[in-house]
């Protein structure tokens, strides 16, 4: 387990992706509280984890209490509510790790790579916040489904970006403790290749008609990962 | 081997991935000439690569005889020079596929992503070629080095992105003619994904101390690839 991270927020905590870290994280040791706007939604989401996990670690707040309570925040909300969801917590994130898995999926062409005018929508919220927050690019890739069964491992590797290597550091220590590979991949600016990736792997969901394709780095032993 | 395609053009065949792919071609059984404005260059590496390849199908000509003398043109030229380079060509092609392996790398930052404007700088070629050529995206994630080393199979998957289908089914032949893996990955325009996927496998091979970083689909069962 992480020895530097305790309490960790995850911000659209109801949905696929931040559901399925949250029961991970907690199932690692972690506490967790799920940010959300729908308190009986979020408080389902609680019971649910709390019992797939076999822990009572998890609870839920709003978006800004559960951002407010926490070291590390995880913002896992789609891409059309990014930039509010990160204005309505931009006060209690200040000086604290900001993991952002936001993929620019533009509707309803999914499968198609449609990157914002930026480069990347990761890179746009650390340029929004500036040096006040350490903003770390992560998850893209992952099948959210995968997440949730927890009885298989996920066979699919991390890209970690963003321009703070301490924080990569931290990120890569956190995914690892979901049994995820992660690897540090450059600055956030990088955080477009994760992004566009992912209309590629839904692209090949539908092509190739499986639930969750992803990737794996090749070509980096084990031990220096 | 490919049964569509007998004869290749590799333009800028004398760098280090297109005489890596030249190479594995013409092991694979399939002729091959090397486009180079370099006579004396191209003769030389023509020479090197029979010998490793134990052919002598290898030839060379300028890139504009070599792309008027085969059925697909495979373009792996820096990308400082593509746009030169398919103009030099644009009558030679017509008609014909396109295979185009450009990363839009900005030196000095070759680890940094750096996408053109439009997206892609495969995208783009399209684009400027309009609907007479089918341009297909495809290699650029492959090490070079791992190519010129017939002793082990090359670690790296294939992203082949192109409007057109049947062509990409083409160029996913050539892939496995090479012993490589290669998948659907939809239209020209995802080529950004691949595209910016290089510099972070650049950057991974900067960090981890590696000679080539690749990738690996998961999920997908082989017999569907």
Chains 1, 2 share one sequence.
């Not at 790579?113 to 927050?133: D, K, N």
């Not at 690897?183 to 590629?200: D, K, M, Q, R």
């Amino acid at each position: 387990m992480s020895t530097l991270v305790q309490t960790i927020a995850v911000l659209g905590g109801t949905g696929a992706e931040g559901s399925g870290l949250a029961l991970r994280w907690a199932r690692a040791g972690l506490r967790v509280i799920l940010g959300s706007r729908n308190p009986e939604k979020a408080a389902k989401a609680c019971r649910e984890l709390n019992a797939l996990a076999g822990t009572d670690s998890i609870s839920f707040a709003d978006n800004r209490s559960a951002a407010a309570a926490a070291a590390i925040v995880v913002l896992t909300v789609p891409h059309q509510v990014q930039r509010a969801t990160v204005e309505e917590v931009r006060d209690a994130i200040a000086g604290k790790i900001l993991i952002d898995t936001t993929v620019p999926l533009v509707p309803p062409k999914v499968a198609r790579v449609q990157l914002p005018a930026g480069g990347s929508a990761v890179a746009e919220v650390q340029r929004m916040l500036g040096a006040t927050v350490r903003v770390v690019s992560a998850f893209q890739n992952v099948p959210a489904h995968n997440l949730r069964d927890l009885d298989h491992p996920v066979d699919c590797d991390v890209l970690v970006c963003g321009d703070d290597v301490a924080a990569r550091e931290i990120v890569i220590g956190l995914a690892r403790d979901v049994g995820l590979r992660a690897y540090h991949a450059g600055p956030v600016c990088n955080s477009a290749a994760a992004e566009a990736l992912t209309s590629i792997l839904i692209c090949l969901n539908i092509r190739y008609k499986v639930p969750g394709a992803g990737i794996r780095i090749t070509g980096i032993p084990d031990t220096t990962s």
